[in-house]
């Protein structure tokens, strides 16, 4: 990932916020058949080792499980992105010296791929994700909720995968590079689009909020 200075972002603390806040990541692996790209959950144990570690799981009938164990991967996951036009720039009025750039935030996460078919380890990888994104339910579910044998059914045909970091990256592009005239059309400009990813970006931009919040 190309990676100007003044774009980069080392805190683990604010890395690892943005991996459980998008948790939906891209899993990229180089097998016998290549290149490949599976887009997947991962819950993050973040006490397991420097940088913590990445656990989830795919269909067995996924190749990806046989191609790639025990090998060196990489896992992207995606933050808020937008697009700034020049037209939100002060400096655009005063000598029209400016074009269109798009700003995002993204993190890289790199180790090496583990894989466990293992009854226990899944059913207990399973338990945390599901309890991690059901909590915030009026009634969560829980994998008990379900029929035993349907349960133990469902999991022979899952293979679990652990990845443990190695080395952790972070780009926050979020018009650092502007003066601050600039960054305040930026950020009022991304308001009035009022999607999800233009509110969050115009919050990175002015500064409203730190990027690990």
Do not use: C
């Not at 459980?20 to 993050?44: C, I, K, S, W």
């Amino acid at each position: 990932m190309y990676l100007p200075t003044h774009f980069e972002e080392t805190r683990i603390e604010v890395l690892h916020a943005l991996m459980r806040e998008h948790p939906f990541a891209t899993l990229v692996t180089h097998g016998a058949d290549g290149l490949a790209a599976n887009h997947l959950p991962l819950h993050l144990a973040a006490e397991t080792g420097p940088f913590g570690a990445l656990q989830g799981h795919v269909a067995r009938a996924n190749s990806l499980w046989q191609q790639s164990a025990d090998t060196e991967v990489l896992v992207i996951f995606h933050g808020p992105q937008a697009y700034v036009t020049p037209s939100w720039y002060e400096t655009k009025r005063e000598h029209g010296k400016a074009v269109p750039t798009w700003n995002y935030v993204v993190v890289h996460a790199h180790g090496r791929m583990r894989v466990y078919d293992d009854p226990a380890w899944l059913r207990q990888q399973l338990e945390t994700l599901v309890a991690s994104h059901e909590a915030g339910f009026a009634e969560p579910w829980q994998i008990a909720d379900a029929p035993p044998d349907y349960i133990d059914k469902m999991l022979t045909a899952i293979v679990g995968i652990e990845i443990v970091i190695t080395d952790l990256k972070g780009k926050w592009k979020i018009s650092q590079n502007q003066p601050p005239a600039n960054r305040a059309g930026v950020a009022a400009g991304l308001r009035q689009q009022g999607t999800a990813d233009t509110l969050q970006m115009a919050e990175l931009v002015a500064g409203i909020r730190p990027p690990s919040a």
